[in-house]
């Protein structure tokens, strides 16, 4: 029963856990993979480390397979967290070492399970973390070297790949341990009952929060104005030879793949972008330019770059069609009379969500929001996106706020009316009220038991050596081979 609770504990803190592990892959911590060859022979690495009694060579903390773990990686570990703000001071030398070794072995295993990643994935990635490193020296390259101790660029982009891909493998050889870990409703109600009364977690106040949206209309002439100047890149890329990468950094209005030149990596199993673009992506050959597409975010062409497997390397140009003023002035006419009809109760908001949103996902539910962490209804208020938050801290239930007016990401403008259709006070964990909550602790149980059984079997089947004072930590895991 102890190991239950300590597990549900573990549980409930385990995204705060992989909020950690995602900073260190996003910012890069400079563990070597291969020790170089002026220090020591590749061939000699594993007697040099295993000797009994010989010296450590390098600060050679640990070899898993052919990958080491440096002493100066724990370092670089702890001074990536703080400088994300993290407190490290409960964090021991022992658990940043532990963590070391677990990606460590997940990289190793993940080669040996033949596991690819694409080269034009990982230099992508590097691109957007130099460009975000770079906000941290005024765009100043050279400060930048300094301040990660590396003497030229090149260095510092061949290291930062080398990081990357260690790390993607890792992720992809989690991500296969458990995408096959499924749950019953029976385990649900197991876990559930099997968990004392004392220590249910508690859920925090929600919220359920519908709104109606009104857009501003593109005219017919702007949309084929935008269609024309897609053609004419496509034109100049195929009968001209130009090169589409700078054709996006020159022309692309996605402000998310811009710094990786328009690249993305789609995969058929795991959809990632939206179904027109999916389904325009795969319906390419290697080489090959679409036409101009629309989807909700704007016009599209695509390049296929590169097919590997299931993956398609591709990059995308994207423009949005330009609203004219009068059309804005339009939508917030509209949107104020929306809101009146409401006031004097001429309609229910469900109502008017059906007749005058143009938020397709939500007006035929009502206007209802949908949670994309918990894919329910309800937005627990400790958890919610801050600007949503702000927008509707203060409404009672069914109250209107205002008119607010939106900018995406794009620059795209929208008005929008909010309401708080329901409130769930703070309370200990229902069984029938928080079952989709529950259900997920429970499944996180259950692939956390599948990661443990993977690391016990592959650890044994691993060579692993660890060297020096790291012998003497309190390993969860059974790294020692005792």
């Known amino acids: 029963m102890q190991l239950r609770t300590n597990n549900l504990k573990f549980i409930i803190n385990l995204k705060q856990a992989l909020i950690l592990s995602l900073l260190l892959c996003a910012n890069g911590v400079f563990a070597q993979e291969v020790i170089p060859d002026e220090v020591v022979e590749p061939k000699k690495v594993k007697d040099s480390v295993v000797t009994a009694g010989a010296k450590k060579i390098d600060g050679v903390a640990a070899v898993i397979g052919e990958h080491i773990v440096l002493d100066s990686d724990v370092d670089k570990i ?3 967290y703080e400088a994300q703000g993290v407190n490290t001071a409960e964090i021991s030398r022992c658990e940043l070492f532990g963590r070391l070794l677990e990606d460590k072995l997940y990289a190793h295993q993940a080669v040996q399970d033949s596991l690819v990643v694409s080269d034009i994935e990982i230099h992508s990635y590097v691109d957007q973390q130099i460009q975000q490193f770079l906000q941290q020296t005024n765009g100043s ?7 990660y101790n590396k003497d030229d660029e090149q260095s510092f982009r061949d290291e930062m790949f080398e990081i990357n891909k260690s790390q993607k493998l890792a992720q992809m050889m989690q991500n296969k341990i458990v995408e096959e870990v499924e749950i019953t409703p029976e385990e649900v109600r197991e876990f559930f009952n099997d968990i004392p009364k004392e220590d249910r977690p508690t859920f925090g106040t929600e919220l359920r929060v519908a709104q109606i949206v009104v857009e501003p209309k593109v005219t017919d002439e702007e949309n084929q104005k935008v269609i024309d100047r897609l053609k004419e890149i496509k034109a100049d890329v195929i009968e001209n030879g130009a090169s589409f990468r700078s054709k996006v950094v020159l022309y692309t209005e996605d402000p998310g793949s811009v ?10 199993k795991k959809p990632r972008m939206v ?9 390419l050959k290697e080489g090959e330019i679409s036409d101009p597409f629309k989807t909700e975010f704007g016009y599209h062409i ?13 990059r995308h140009i994207l423009l949005i069609p330009k609203v004219s003023d009068e059309e804005i002035k339009l939508a917030k006419e509209k949107i104020d009379k929306v809101r009146e009809e409401l006031v004097n109760e001429e309609i229910t908001f469900a109502e008017a969500a059906k007749k005058y949103s143009d938020e397709k996902e939500t007006k035929f539910d009502g206007g209802q929001l949908i949670n994309p962490a918990t894919q329910d209804y309800n937005f627990e208020l400790t958890k919610m996106d801050p600007e949503l938050y702000g927008q509707i801290q203060h409404l009672k239930d069914n109250e209107l706020s205002l008119v607010l007016k939106d900018q995406d990401r794009t ?28 259900k997920e602790l429970a499944l ?4 956390i038991e599948a990661v443990a059984k993977w690391q016990k079997e592959t650890i044994s089947d691993t060579y692993i050596k660890i060297n020096g004072t790291y012998r003497d930590c309190e390993f ?7």
Request: aromatic share 12%; hydrophobic share 40%; glycine share 6%.
């Open 78 to 80: 702890r001074m990536q």
């Open 141 to 147: 390259m050279d400060a930048l070297l300094k301040l």
């Open 259 to 268: 710094a990786s030149g328009g690249m993305y990596t789609l995969n058929r």
């Open 275 to 283: 179904k027109e673009f999916r389904q325009v992506a795969f319906s």
């Open 302 to 314: 695509i390049y296929l770059e590169k097919i590997r497997g299931q993956e398609y390397d591709v």
């Open 411 to 438: 620059g795209r403008i929208k008005f929008k009316i909010l309401t708080v259709t329901g409130r769930v006070d703070e309370h200990v964990a229902n069984y029938a009220q928080d079952f989709l909550k529950i």
């Open 444 to 447: 996180d149980e259950k692939r």
């Open 476 to 482: 969860a895991s059974n790294w020692l081979k005792k």
